[in-house]
Each structure stands twice: as structure tokens, then as C-alpha cells.
């Protein structure tokens, strides 16, 4: 079996982004009950929420994200920053 490949630190960055979105989403609830509602160990959700888990599984994300009713949309917007992307001649891109 190989070891995984290291996280980049754009992953790394996304990561620490996505656990501290959570966590404030989270707000008062306990770990406990909110992973438990989406069906994912309270391990898992420490770990993502801490950074440590940098790229969970999109079905774990989208699990937690619907039990503290997050759209995907706003999960991504929130943790992906948006890039100026330019093509050769400097001109943004559509």
C-alpha cells in the first residue's frame, strides 16, 4: 500500500477554512449530536473541524453540511477563495 501523497498548502489552507466554517455553524451544538445526525463518527467531524482531515469525502461534507444547513454552494464559496484567473494576454477569463 503507498503512503498518501502530502497536502499542498492550498489544501492545507482549505482545510483549516473548512473546519473553522463548521464549527461556527455548529454554534452551541455538541459535536456529539450533529455527527451523529449525519451519520459520521464524532471522531471524524474533531478531526475535520480541527483541520487535521484537510480533503474528507465530498458524501461527509455534504452529510454535515446538510444537518447544520449549509448549501454546498455556500460551503465552497466560503472555503475556495476566488481566483483571478487570466489567459495569456492578461485578460480575465470567463
Known sequence: MMAPLPLSPAEVER???LGALLRRA???????????DAGVSPET??????????TPAFSTIAAIAGVLHLSL??????I???RDVRDTRGRVAS
Open 15 to 17: 482545510g483549516e477554512r
Open 26 to 36: 455548529r454554534g452551541e451544538r455538541s459535536m456529539l449530536s450533529v455527527a451523529l
Open 45 to 54: 467531524l474533531r478531526k475535520i473541524e480541527s483541520g487535521r482531515v484537510a
Open 73 to 78: 454552494d455556500a460551503v465552497w464559496a466560503e
Open 80 to 82: 475556495e477563495p476566488i
